[in-house]
């Protein structure tokens, strides 16, 4: 029935707007909503505060049933902000901490998982504090009593160190510690001691004092400064109110301030009664004497929120441990539950300080307030500066460090930063003394940072700062921002120094971020409801009508919307539509969003929204799949004041804090339990950073990148002035590289020829060029290229190959790799692994790089009948390593292999160039089976040779046969092409082989010593080298030429394992038999010398 009497008003009212209006109040477009509503105001009997501020609802009901202001921090901010437009607003506040909160858990639970106890407790903030009490004269009952203000200094470290019972009540388990410590101030700004400590009295004032009398006066003339002093007012204050705060401000990186900020009022007020504790208070000020209304401000000053977040139930306090409530609480109602959360709902947390329960009833910070008061302490400027104050000691010889926390920004390049750590002393030392300063945790680890210092000396009377030196390297490691923890020891050789402030902390804030992440915004997830509901889950109230697609021509009219031709589709909740419950209105994108590989994200959307009379609109984020629904923003009215017009407005909210989860987003509508307008919904999107652009001209020496890279991990050397990337490199053994210079070292989008390949064995244009401080070429390294789809387009135009065909080459090294193509945003990035990094990589067909040759030869030695012997292999004399100079080696396994492809031994394959045959382009080491296959280290494969792909002359030798050569040059590619010596191919020179029978053909054997020539006899002969090869052998003790020599042997010559100069299987009758039966022997004499046809 709550409509009822509404329904009638409301009839009445569209009688008269019809005829007033008439067609005037339309929605003309979604750039902005007409409505047609009457104009109505809440009737209420609203107060101000001395005729300064309006109350806002919440204070109204308040004052109106407890006949006390409890706080006027919200009123008096939201004053604040419309005196300095710069200064931010709630939600921009909330944006620059919620990060920052998020970093301070992480970095608290990594101290906590490194199992250092010390490094994982909280630093202690030791806040000076001042009260300066503010009255007309000596003796007025303003003028507080010093107990009182000692009284309330007592009850805030009760407070604030969870000491004041809530550690074993019910909220127990998330009660917790702020390790902050209020000292009365010592010292007047002058450094004069002060007669009583923490206090200022203020004379000149009498009588009841406004806030405006606060603000315009008494606190510009009476502030000390608020880096040194947290400052505290104390007065009559008029109008029922207690007590307001000045809200926190953020700044650009943590600890540097901004220039928005009312410095000369920052503080709080509170009513001279309201000073004392639960064990000393104030006689006059009833339920509120216990100080509460101190530690209540003092957690708006340093960043808490009212528990009900100044809203209703679907307002958040952006503390996810205070349970959701619907308004403040008066008393102590232990009992209260005004917002139902469904299972797992608790009731108020009426205990908590930032309630507006009975000061008695009040015991808890929970954990996560915990989190915002320290996040603040370390970031907000006139807060973060306090703990290094020595305003609250008495002067003496203390050191400290000049401030608790600082922060670096981590350079990309291969440079460093020096910080300089100051220490202090607030008065000479009787005698010299002696600080040393230690790293106590942080995670930040030793390839980050170095101690360059670590002793200061204070000379006795002295009391100049002293300083030591964190030198910060510059990396390019992605690793989140890291911290540095500093303490020091002291030796006061029997003086008087002491210890102060001994924890100080560096955050080294990392810069570097993702390649995939620092482009420009792209849509992760958009919808601008053309097409329905398909892409939400929309939920409400059982009697409601929910959220649904509507445009101009078809959105219902209950009197206050008047559609025109319009046929853009939005999303909408009319509540004039309907007398019903709108309560739980929510439309939630089905799914969520994934943000896990974003560095950050936004969401942004048109709504049109006016509260006139009434209704709540949120935008709520949940990361538990939509279980729970904390407030993410609060959305305001898009009205202008007048009914008839509420333009839509576009909100973008960051997420930032958010990325690397997935998160559920949802609008949700409450109409407060009246009869408001609704909502309007249109253009939804959430963004995050895409790709960065590819670097694309040459920029060597230019805008080249330098980074570090002096141990495992991944860098992404990227242009130095555009920051377009160029490459990923990820160091997967360790090996310190140093100083790693990157750039694109040739450029364009064509393909072109390397080193003279032919065909379509080209390369593309473009070139990287990575030059190391330190080089090696058995590292393990993967190396990502990034290129435009213009620049790999004409490189699979010019050749018809594919993306996934590319092959990457690293010049001066026998690195040919093929590449793992990866989609990067519309371009690509190539990857693969090698084994250094120094050179110019590049990036073709494979042919262009390598060619694969199978030559087919016997060895006459050897050969018998259609197959080489493998005699050698069978008896175990082949060698693992090649005796060539390139000495590569094989898998013992290779020898197993029987049959034709058993290796028979090895051999030594050259290509030359086609241009000039004595050129040698390629050469290696093979293996040779008895088939007369020549085969790679494997026993298997086709020759590889890191060649590129062209005309080459063939050549193949053995350690005692002669080489031959092809007679004509071989069109190489990287699919192996035969070579087959065995068939009569012509070869190169005067009979090049011998022939074996039936056309069969074999290279020369004999050639014992090694020279290019064979003879039996004579002045080159091999028939005497064999002979003493075998007559001095050690094993030949009757010095016999019959004796027999077994094993690996250039002089045996048929290659059965054993080498006899006479006997039953002796070598030397090959060598005669050749020399004899070679055609150009035509006297047919011993003598005759046989020389090898390779072109020298």
């Not at 503010?134 to 203000?149: E, M, T």
């Not at 002393?425 to 790293?439: H, K």
């Not at 060597?700 to 160029?726: E, H, K, Q, R």
Request: net charge negative; glycine share 10%.
């Amino acid at each position: 029935m709550r409509k009822i009497t509404k329904l009638i008003f409301v009839c009445i009212c569209v009688l008269s707007i019809n005829f007033s209006y008439g067609q005037t109040g339309v929605i003309t477009s979604k750039d902005q909503i007409n409505t047609v509503k009457p104009t109505k105001k809440k009737n209420s009997n609203s107060s101000n505060v001395n005729g300064n501020l309006q109350l806002n609802e919440e204070n109204q009901r308040f004052l109106n049933e407890n006949g006390v202001v409890r706080c006027l921090t919200e009123e008096y901010n939201e004053q604040l902000r419309a005196n300095n437009p710069n200064r931010r607003s709630k939600q921009q506040f909330e944006d620059w901490l919620a990060p920052l909160v998020q970093s301070y858990k992480a970095e608290q639970a990594a101290r906590v998982a490194s199992g250092n106890a010390s490094a994982a407790q909280m630093p202690v903030y030791n806040i000076p504090i001042i009260f300066h009490v503010v009255s007309g004269s000596p003796g007025d009952a303003a003028d507080l009593d010093a107990q009182y203000v000692n009284a309330q200094i007592d009850q805030l470290n009760l407070d604030f160190s969870n000491q004041a019972g809530a550690a074993s009540g019910p909220w127990a388990a998330v009660a917790a510690d702020a390790q902050i410590v209020f000292v009365p101030a010592q010292v007047d700004p002058s450094g004069n001691p002060l007669a009583e400590p923490g206090i200022n009295r203020v004379y000149g004032y009498p009588g009841q004092l406004s806030q405006a009398d606060f603000e315009n006066t008494i606190k510009p003339a009476t502030i000390w400064d608020r880096t040194l002093y947290c400052n505290n007012w104390t007065g009559n204050l008029g109008g029922g109110l207690l007590g307001y705060a000045q809200f926190p401000e953020g700044s650009t990186l943590p600890g540097m301030p901004t220039t928005d900020e009312p410095n000369n009022t920052d503080g709080v007020v509170c009513l001279y009664t309201s000073i004392g504790s639960v064990a000393n208070p104030h006689p006059n000020g009833g339920v509120y004497a216990a100080g509460r209304t101190l530690t209540h401000e003092i957690g708006h000053w340093i960043g808490l929120r009212h528990i009900w977040g100044d809203g209703n139930c679907n307002v958040d306090d952006f503390c996810n441990d205070t349970p959701t409530q619907g308004g403040s609480s008066s008393g102590c109602p232990t009992t209260a539950d005004t917002c139902n959360d469904g299972a797992g709902d608790q009731r108020d947390m009426v205990e908590n300080y930032m309630d507006y329960s009975y000061d008695t009833c009040m015991n808890i910070f929970t954990a996560d307030q915990v989190a915002r008061m320290v996040t603040v302490m370390q970031n907000s400027p006139g807060r973060s500066e306090l703990p290094n104050s020595t305003t609250g000691n008495a002067p003496s010889p203390s050191v400290s460090f000049a401030v608790s926390s600082a922060n670096v920004v981590e350079g990309s390049d291969c440079s460093f930063t020096d910080v300089t750590v100051d220490l202090s002393i607030a008065q000479g030392p009787s005698q010299n003394a002696t600080a040393n300063v230690s790293v106590n945790g942080g995670t930040a680890d030793s390839n980050d940072f170095v101690l360059l210092n670590n002793v200061v000396n204070f000379s006795a009377g002295a009391t100049a700062n002293q300083s030591v030196t964190l030198r910060v390297y510059n990396d390019d490691f992605i690793e989140g921002d890291e911290t540095i923890d500093l303490t020091f020891t002291l030796n006061n050789n029997g003086g008087d120094a002491t210890v102060g402030n001994s924890a100080y902390t560096l955050t080294i804030n990392d810069d570097d971020i993702l390649p995939t992440q620092g482009g420009n915004l792209q849509d992760i997830f958009s919808d601008d409801f053309e097409s329905g509901f398909g892409q939400w889950t929309v939920t409400g109230a059982p009697s409601a009508t929910d959220f649904a697609i509507g445009n101009n021509t078809t959105f219902p009219d209950a009197g206050y919307f008047n559609p025109t031709g319009n046929a853009t589709n939005y999303a909408y909740i009319n509540d004039d539509d309907c007398n019903c419950d709108m309560s739980d209105e929510r439309m939630e994108i089905t799914g969520g969003v994934d943000l896990t590989n974003y560095s950050s994200a936004e969401v942004s959307f048109d709504y049109s929204f006016d509260d006139t009379y009434g209704g709540t609109l949120t935008l709520e984020l949940s990361l538990d799949g939509g279980a729970t629904w904390p407030l993410a923003a609060q959305l305001g009215t898009t009205g202008t004041g007048t009914a008839q017009n509420v333009p839509f407005q576009t909100i973008t909210i960051d997420l930032s804090a958010y990325v690397g989860q997935v998160v559920h987003l949802s609008i949700h509508y409450n109409d407060d339990g009246g009869w408001a307008q609704g909502v309007v919904v249109d253009n939804f999107a959430v963004r995050g950073p895409g790709p960065r652009a590819v670097q694309t001209a040459v920029n060597s020496t230019v805008s080249n990148d330098f980074s570090i890279l002096p141990s495992a991990g991944t860098i992404y050397p990227s242009d130095s002035g555009s920051n377009d990337v160029m490459l990923g490199i990820t160091n997967n053994d360790g090996f310190d590289y140093g100083c790693v210079d990157s750039s694109v070292s040739r450029s364009g989008t064509n393909a072109q020829s390397y080193n003279g390949s032919a065909g379509t064995n080209l390369v593309m244009d473009k070139t990287f060029t990575i030059t190391p401080t330190n080089t090696t070429n058995s590292g393990n390294n993967t190396v990502e290229f990034y290129v435009t789809a213009a620049e790999v387009a004409g490189f699979t135009g010019a050749t018809g190959l594919t993306v996934n065909d590319i092959y990457a080459h690293r010049a001066g090294s026998d690195d040919v790799v093929a590449l793992t193509a990866t989609p990067f945003g519309s371009d690509y990035s190539l990857s693969g692994d090698f084994t250094g990094l120094n050179g110019t990589y590049y990036l073709g067909a494979e042919g262009a790089f390598r060619s694969r040759v199978s030559p087919r030869l016997f060895l006459s030695g050897a050969f018998s009948g259609t197959l080489m012997n493998d005699d050698l292999r069978s008896n175990g004399y082949i060698p693992t390593t090649s005796p060539y100079s390139d000495a590569i080696t094989c898998d013992a396994a290779v020898f197993n292999v029987t049959g034709n492809d058993a290796i028979v031994d090895w051999v030594w394959v050259e290509l030359r160039d086609a241009t000039n045959n004595t050129t040698i382009s390629a050469s290696t080491s093979a293996l040779l089976q008895r088939d007369g296959d020549v085969v790679d280290v494997d026993g298997v494969s086709p020759l590889t040779l890191t060649v590129p792909g062209k005309d080459y002359f063939v050549v193949v030798n053995h350690r005692n046969h002669l080489g031959t050569m092809s007679l004509n040059t071989v069109a190489l590619t990287a699919t192996a092409s035969v070579v087959d010596f065995t068939n009569g191919l012509s070869t190169f020179g005067s009979n090049g082989q011998t022939d074996l029978g039936a056309g069969v053909m074999g290279l020369w054997a004999g050639n014992v010593d090694g020279n290019t020539s064979i003879q039996y006899s004579g002045a080159n002969a091999d028939s005497p080298t064999l002979l003493s090869y075998v007559l001095n052998d050690s094993g030949n003790f009757l010095n016999t030429a019959t004796y027999s020599v077994s094993g690996y042997s250039n002089y045996d010559i048929n290659m059965d394992g054993n080498t006899q100069y006479t006997g039953a299987t002796p070598d030397t009758p090959k060598i005669l038999q050749l020399v004899l039966s070679h055609p150009g022997n035509f006297l047919n004499t011993t003598t005759y010398e046989i020389t090898e046809q390779l072109p020298q």
